[in-house]
T-cell receptor, first 113, second 112 residues
Framework: GAGVSQTPSNKVTEKGKYVELRCDPI?????LYWYRQSLGQGPEFLIY????????DSGLPNDRFFAVRPEGSVSTLKIQRTERGDSAVYLC???????????FGPGTRLTVT | KQEVTQIPAALSVPEGENLVLNCSFT??????LQWFRQDPGKGLTSLLL?????REQTSGRLNASLDKSSGRSTLYIAASQPGDSATYLC???????????FGGGTRLMVKP
């Protein structure tokens, strides 16, 4: 079956612009996660959804970042007023339920110039 | 706050060698532990998940062990092959089951 997909695969934007990153989880998976990975490091947790609600957004670095999952499936990570320090690979994962094995998408590489 | 450490950061071995990758975590109150593989420029592929009540899991040439009390996990790769070259990441899941905390990874190179 289809895995987790993310679009776009690459995004280059200018400092100060707004970007949206999309994640399509595995069908039937109720839990969805966003992580951010900087070069040479392990991914860092950003936010977790169970169904439509953001059950844990403690990893979001500041209020320029927010994410939605309005129908409990596709999720969008939104970054306002992008900064060069936001450049990273943004990874999305889904799992059947909370605590189950997480399956990752290929990521979106964001570059802020 | 959970901290996960992986040693070594990089490893180069000849083909055919058996090897062990180490992972340690500071908070033993974990829900489970997951090992991943990441190829350059790619996402993460799940290799093994060990529930907190388990001691080990096996998949093909891979065997992962978990010792919660000492805060350690190891990934054993038997008869390594050049195709095993990748970065291996371990991650613990917190007791709420909603957050993976990753180590920095071990970059493995298996030489033909």
């Amino acid at each position: 079956g289809a895995g987790v997909s993310q679009t776009p695969s690459n995004k280059v934007t200018e400092k100060g612009k707004y970007v949206e990153l999309r994640c399509d989880p595995i069908s039937g998976h109720t839990a969805l996660y966003w992580y951010r990975q900087s070069l040479g490091q392990g991914p860092e947790f950003l936010i977790y959804f169970q169904g439509t609600g953001a059950a844990d957004d403690s990893g979001l670095p500041n209020d320029r970042f927010f994410a939605v999952r309005p129908e409990g499936s596709v999720s969008t990570l939104k970054i306002q007023r992008t900064e060069r320090g936001d450049s990273a690979v943004y990874l999305c994962a889904s799992s059947r339920g909370t605590g189950d094995e997480q399956y990752f998408g290929p990521g979106t590489r964001l570059t802020v110039t | 706050k959970q901290e996960v450490t992986q040693i070594p950061a990089a490893l180069s071995v000849p083909e055919g060698e058996n090897l062990v990758l180490n992972c340690s975590f500071t908070d033993s109150a974990i829900y489970n532990l997951q090992w991943f593989r990441q190829d350059p420029g790619k996402g993460l592929t799940s290799l093994l998940l060990i529930q907190s009540s388990q001691r080990e899991q096996t998949s093909g040439r891979l065997n992962a062990s978990l010792d919660k009390s000492s805060g350690r996990s190891t990934l054993y790769i038997a008869a390594s092959q050049p195709g095993d070259s990748a970065t291996y990441l371990c991650a613990s899941i917190n007791n709420a089951g909603n957050m993976l905390t990753f180590g920095g990874g071990t970059r493995l190179m298996v030489k033909p």
